[in-house]
């Protein structure tokens, strides 16, 4: 994929490595001056970003700790002054502790004739913007006191905040809120871009991102392999490209939805009617026969069959070349054995919903290459024999150690959803919390499965198919709003974006 399509997210340790390279390559041994010259990028990068959003601000708070990301805080703090804005300096720990480059940063900050206050309990945030420069990537573990304490304080202030590299309290790897965490307007992120930023928790905390490689020379990345690829909108043009004038329906697949068992009719109709309208050759649905006439009534083009059992199916199974199995299946003996036969037939697969809970249960062990598991963070849970909070702790870690596991391709949904598949991990960075309402789940099948007939692989379907999702989502969401935003809302924006 392109480098205009994707870019690539590190974890703490990574742009540790990078910054030690970067200082290596520049400087003495023992010498602080390359580390310190970083630095002073950074503080310059972010204050630029500071003026930009804020140009009006005449007056800022710059909260600062007790390692680099301090260091970072008081460049920023010199720069303003040096500007003529007025500043109120505050230090969570006594800036004569400070290290290497942030000792230097803070002698920056007194040249430019500021002093820290330390932080008590009843100091009172008066800048218009309050700069949290507080802790960056060195966060280990819940955020302690009296950091914690801080960090309400930001919070409730009501001013508007910068966050330096990272908020205050999100883990740089997971984007879990260790405790508590800085919610800011506007990240400013150095040097490479972080995982956390775009997962877990961070939606809620990070604002405005805004990275600046500060000139990090490209060797500096050499042999780190990203924890994942930001997954940009225009991967969905390339995997799609306009359709051969000559074209008819044999050349884009023929998708056989099956589930729909008896009582739970509609996320089988969804899952299909979205496989159609995402540009299917053909789709076919097994399902219960009460829900036949319905999905006939609803969407003609998919050939529904009512399935009383395996026998009824065979046919169906063989003449797919995509199966998405899962939606409303149940977990009784009717989705148990439509679910063997659909593993026994030897098609790609889409595995979503109670399909999932019964690998759990019948197919403990099974992995396959041809498979593209789509867990929520709770059958992830389910299937990793831990809980969905556990998930939530470390997404990274719980779409690896499954797609390991399992083999294939895993679709972790979620804010920022990842697929992890033989090449790598990929992080969808679009969607909104409209989609956290019933069906959604169905329509990514369908539209994987939709994905996968007209001929990409299983690993290319489901990066693609979470973007297609998530940016329909959000261009539902544009015109009328998150809350009330209905499932089968997403498939006629879903398909505009999939035409290009
Ligand atoms: N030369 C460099 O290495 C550069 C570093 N940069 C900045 O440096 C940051 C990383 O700096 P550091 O590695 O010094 O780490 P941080 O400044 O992020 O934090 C380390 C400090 O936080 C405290 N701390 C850690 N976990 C805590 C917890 N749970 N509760 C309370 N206190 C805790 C530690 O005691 C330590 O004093 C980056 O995020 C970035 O802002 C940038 O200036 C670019 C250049
Ligand atoms: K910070």
Redesign the pocket.
């Known amino acids: 994929m392109s480098s205009h399509s994707c870019r690539s997210l590190y974890l703490?340790d990574q742009?540790?490595e990078i910054?030690?390279r970067?200082?290596a390559a520049s400087a003495e041994p023992g010498d602080d001056a390359?580390?310190?010259a970083?630095?002073r990028?950074?503080?310059q990068a972010a204050y630029a970003e500071l003026r930009r959003r804020w140009p009006e601000a005449r007056r800022l708070s710059v909260l600062c700790?007790?390692?680099?990301?301090?260091?970072?805080g008081y460049?920023i703090a010199a720069l303003a002054a040096c500007e003529g804005l007025s500043v109120q300096l505050l230090a969570v720990?006594e800036p004569e502790a400070l290290k290497?480059?942030?000792a230097r940063?803070h002698e920056m900050a007194v040249l430019a004739g500021l002093r820290a206050e330390p932080w008590q309990a009843d100091t009172s945030l008066d800048g218009e913007v309050v700069v949290d420069?507080?802790?960056?990537?060195?966060?280990?573990?819940?955020?302690?006191?009296p950091?914690?304490g801080v960090i309400e304080a930001i919070n409730a202030s009501g001013r508007a905040v910068m966050a330096?590299?990272?908020p205050?309290g999100l883990a740089?790897d997971s984007g879990a809120v260790?405790?508590c965490a800085v919610r800011a307007d506007l990240t400013v992120?150095?040097?490479a871009d972080k995982l956390g930023l775009h997962t877990g928790q961070a939606a809620d905390q990070v604002g405005e991102l805004a990275f600046r490689d500060?000139g990090v020379p490209a060797e500096a990345h050499e042999n780190l392999t990203p924890a994942a690829e930001y997954l940009g909108a225009g991967i969905v043009g390339e995997a799609l490209p306009p359709r051969a004038r000559g074209s008819h329906k044999g050349d884009f697949g023929h998708v056989l939805v099956v589930g729909g068992a008896p009582g739970f009719g509609g996320a089988a109709l969804l899952a299909s009617q979205t496989a159609a309208r995402l540009g299917a050759g053909k789709v076919s649905l097994a399902t219960a026969p009460e829900h036949v006439a319905a999905s006939l009534t609803r969407t003609p083009e998919v050939m529904a069959r009512g399935v009383r059992g395996v026998s009824d199916a065979r046919p169906l199974l063989d003449g797919a070349d995509v199966i998405v199995v899962g939606p409303g299946l149940g977990q009784g003996a009717w989705g148990q054995g439509l679910l063997q036969a659909a593993l026994e037939v030897g098609k790609p697969l889409v595995v979503d919903a109670d399909a999932l809970n019964l690998l759990v249960t019948c197919w403990p062990g099974t992995r396959r290459d041809d498979w593209l598991l789509t867990p929520h963070p709770g059958e992830a849970g389910r299937l990793l024999d831990c809980s969905g909070g556990e998930v939530q702790a470390d997404r990274l870690a719980a779409v690896k150690r499954l797609q390991a596991e399992r083999g294939g391709t895993v679709i972790l949904k979620g804010a920022g959803s990842l697929v992890a598949g033989p090449s790598g991990v990929g992080l969808c960075p679009f969607g909104n919390p409209g989609m956290a309402s019933g069906g959604m789940g169905d329509v990514l099948s369908g539209l994987l499965g939709a994905l996968v007939a007209q001929g990409l692989t299983l690993e290319s379907a489901g990066r693609v198919g979470v973007v297609l999702h998530a940016r329909a989502a959000d261009r539902a969401a544009a015109g009328q709003g998150e809350r009330g935003l209905l499932a089968g809302d997403l498939a006629s924006y879903a398909r505009i974006l999939a035409n290009g």
């Not at 507080?134 to 280990?140: Q, V």
């Open positions: 703490a742009v540790r910054d030690r970067v200082i390359a580390g310190f970083l630095m990028r950074a503080g700790g007790s390692g680099n990301n301090a260091g970072d460049v720990r290497g480059e942030a940063a420069a507080l802790l960056g990537t060195g966060l280990g573990g819940e955020v302690r006191e950091y914690a330096v590299d990272i205050s740089a260790l405790g992120t150095f040097i500060l």
